[in-house]
């Protein structure tokens, strides 16, 4: 069973636009979520992350939301580059768990248009 | 600093045979991962190793998927008769091991396996 889901495969946006990426998880014991971001070729890179303690958290042009009771986070980016243009994958650890594995969603692919 | 780097980058081989993917960590990070991404779909875990020791390997799909990491750096991912299945990109990822769930998973490049 999927315990991470993205369910937009894709998302093409306008350069200057926002782009919304979505996550749901189901296993009530992740307490830290993370959206990696990964280019062809080249290995995933830590975007942002934020703990179940807090609702948001903001670095610059990325801000990444979280409802524990929906069991749902989103990754905000404002405004949208060409060089956002990637993959980005959503991932959730647990805190008890042995060296906080990553449990990864599916990816969701943006295409940011100029 | 260097990051993560993973060797070879690329492996072909053929059903049945053995094949090793090389780790080098970042170095000092006393926490190493291995995930596998399958077409289409997100890395999944294999094993996780602090120090020399692997701390989990319950992501390991079966008995002919093994790894160590003899002197706590450098790590070896060893695959026996290799199956079609097992077609897909190996990442290694290192971290500072301080255990806290916020310490950054730093990812290599990967390994592309091609089982013919």
């Known amino acids: 069973d999927q315990q991470v889901k993205q369910n937009s495969p894709s998302l093409s946006v306008q350069e200057g636009r926002i782009s919304i990426l979505n996550c749901d998880y189901t296993?009530?014991?992740?307490?830290?979520f993370l959206w990696y971001k990964k280019y062809p070729a080249e290995g995933p890179t830590f975007l942002i992350s934020?703990?179940?303690?807090?609702d948001k958290n903001e670095d610059g042009r990325f801000t990444v939301f979280l409802n524990k009771s929906a069991k749902h986070l989103s990754l905000h980016i404002v405004p949208s580059q060409p060089g956002d243009s990637a993959v980005y994958f959503c991932a959730a650890s647990a805190r008890r768990a042995a060296g906080n594995k990553l449990t990864f969603g599916g990816g969701t692919r943006v295409l940011v248009k100029p | 600093g260097a990051g993560v780097s993973q060797t070879p980058s690329n492996k072909v081989t053929e059903k049945g045979k053995y094949v090793e993917l090389r780790c080098d960590p970042i170095s000092g990070h006393t926490a190493l991962y291995w995930y596998r991404q399958s077409l289409g779909q997100g890395p999944e875990f294999l094993i996780y190793?602090?120090?020399?020791?692997?701390?989990?390997d319950s992501g390991l799909p079966n008995d002919r998927f093994f790894a160590v990491r003899p002197e706590g750096s450098v790590s070896t991912l060893k695959i026996q008769r290799t199956e079609r299945g097992d077609s897909a990109v190996y990442l290694c990822?290192?971290?500072?091991?301080?255990?806290?769930?916020?310490?950054?998973?730093?990812f290599g490049p990967g390994t592309r396996l091609t089982v013919l």
């Open positions: 296993n009530s014991m992740f307490d830290y």
């Open positions: 934020i703990s179940s303690i807090k």
């Open positions: 990822a290192s971290s500072s091991g301080q255990g806290r769930s916020t310490d950054t998973q730093y």
């Open positions: 190793f602090q120090g020399t020791g692997a701390a989990d």
